[in-house]
Structures are given as C-alpha cells and as structure tokens.
C-alpha cells in the first residue's frame, strides 16, 4: 500500500507557520484577486483562497468584471494595484475569456507582487534558475510535498504529463533546474506523445495535470513509483447533500498498492497550491517592506 501524500495536513501546518510569521509583522498583508467572468470551477478556487487568506491574517480585495469586460479596463485596474501601497501580491484567476488576453493581463502584474509566478519576469528567471522569482504555486506545492515526505528528486526520472502554462510547463523548469534539492531528469508529454506508456513506465514520479477522469491506470506505472494528481475533474453527485463530486487524473484505487507514494484528490495538491500562494505573498510583503524601509513604514491598512 502507497505512503498516502497528504497534503490537507502539510498545508495546514505550512499556514500555521506563515500566521505566526505574520502576528510578527507590523502591517497586514493583502492579497489582490482579479476574476472575470463567472467560471464555476474558479469561483469555488477563489473561495478557497478566501478562506486561508482570513484564517491566517492575510487581508484579500476581490475585484470582479463581466466576461465581456474590454482588455484595456482589466488593464488600468491591475495598473492600479500596481501602484497601490496596501496590495503586496496580485492574481488574476485563470481561465479568461480568451488565451491571447490572459497572456497580456498575466504580463501587466508587477514582477514584485506577481504571487502566482505568471509574468514573463518570473518565467524568465523560473528558465535561468535564478531563485530570486515567484514560482507558480502548484509547482511548488508538489516540489514541497515531495520534500515534506522525503521523497528526493536528485537523477530521477519525472514523466510530467500535461504541458500548460499553470502546472505542467512550470513544474517541468523547476524540477529540471541544477541544483541539489531538484536536479531530476523530466521528460514533459502531452496530447501528441508517442507512445505515452513506454516513458510514464520508465518513470520514478508521474505527474498528470491534464483534466481527464481517471487517465493515468496501473498499467502505465513502474512498481513503485511516486504518482502525483494533479487532476479536479467535477460530476454531478448521486448524494443529496452533496452538489457535486471531484475525481483525479489517477484512477486512485487502481494505483495505490503499485506506487510508493501517491497524492488523494481532494486533498493533495489542491491545499499546498493554496498555501503556496499564501507563501508567496508573505515573501512579497517582506520584500515590499525591506525595500520601502522596513518598520519605518506607516501602515494601517487591513
Ligand atoms: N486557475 C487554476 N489554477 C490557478 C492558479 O494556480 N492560479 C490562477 N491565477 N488561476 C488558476
């Protein structure tokens, strides 16, 4: 039976953490959401953020537009939280109406508060390895999962399936970058892989973010290898009291007694994305108030 990778639990503690960190500081740090449109799916992520953000003391302004919202209006409001003193991280939840206008608002955010790691000032320097930049969250989140449960990444084989700009394409740069906590050999696959299940046999750590029910089965997966879900897939539910019901990318069952170790949906890498980002924006207010004088700063804001 796999090591089941919880990642509720080490979320919980890695909050924990940020809260002392920040019942030390002298200000409040905030947390800017930008949403347009009205998909149900971020919806429930922004609600999620919502709720770490306040049991930890992060403050969080939601700034909502219609689907139809013209790019240019998206544009002078991310200007705004640029500029604005009291916003230390700013996130546009994905997907947009459109990929070309996501590409342009993700680029708008300031370098310094761009918590999610999207601008091309992070993924420059997410691709030179310099460590100086925000890394998208759920890749790290799976970085420090793996780290939490001593499962070492040094010369492995990683097969990370799915290559989009939030999971699969990041993780892929982090994990191949030259260093001694990472330094694994990743082959990156996606919809036009040939033949799939000869590379995700040959692998040590599987990792699939792709949004297909069930993809990954016991037949693609080396006896033993670490299999990471990255998968939320909804369907509506037979239960009453329950709206709807989440399966993963990995047929779960069908995998648990082959893999070492493998992560639960719900329940593991959803909750380290979201800590991630509260992470990411406790290290943005630092930085913000190292670089504007510290404690000298004058802020009442919540
Ligand atoms: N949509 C799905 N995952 C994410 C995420 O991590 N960040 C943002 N901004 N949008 C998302």
Excluded: W
């Excluded at 770490?52 to 919202?69: D, H, N, Q, R, Y």
């Excluded at 994905?94 to 590409?103: A, I």
């Excluded at 897939?233 to 709807?244: A, G, M, Q, V």
């Amino acid at each position: 039976m796999a090591v089941i990778l919880d990642g509720a639990a080490v979320a919980k503690k890695i909050l924990q953490k940020i809260a002392s960190e920040i019942a030390q500081l002298k200000i409040t740090p905030k947390l800017a959401i930008v949403f347009v449109g009205n998909d149900p799916a971020s919806e429930i992520y922004i609600k999620n953020k919502l709720l770490a953000a306040k049991s930890i003391g992060i403050g969080l302004e939601l700034v909502k537009f219609p689907s139809e919202t013209p790019l240019e209006v998206i544009l002078q409001s991310i200007g705004t939280l640029n500029v604005d003193r009291s916003i230390n991280g700013i996130i546009v939840q994905s997907p947009l109406p459109d990929e070309f206008m996501q590409n342009i608002v993700f680029n708008s955010i300031s370098p310094e508060k761009d918590v999610d790691g999207f601008c091309s000032v992070s993924i420059a320097k997410l691709v030179r390895g310099s460590r100086d930049g925000f890394i998208p969250c759920t890749p790290l989140g799976i970085y420090t999962l793996l780290r939490e449960y001593g499962i070492n990444l040094f010369g492995k084989h990683v097969a990370v399936i799915g290559r989009g700009n939030i999971v699969g394409r990041p993780l892929s740069l982090l994990l191949s970058q030259k260093s001694p906590d990472l330094n694994a050999t990743v082959t990156l696959c996606h919809s036009a892989t040939e033949n799939l299940k000869a590379i995700t046999q040959l692998a040590d750590i599987i990792v699939v973010a792709i949004g297909r029910k069930f993809f990954l089965r016991r037949d693609m997966v080396k006896p033993g290898a670490v299999a990471i879900d990255v998968g939320i897939n909804r369907e509506s539910s037979d239960d009453p009291s329950k709206k709807y019901k989440i399966f993963g990318d990995m047929d779960f069952e069908d995998l648990k007694d082959i893999c070492s170790a493998i992560t639960p949906v719900p329940g593991g890498v959803g909750p380290m994305t979201i800590a991630m980002l509260m992470q990411n924006t406790l290290e943005a207010t630092k930085m913000q108030m190292t670089k504007a004088g510290g404690a000298n700063r004058n802020r009442t804001d919540g």
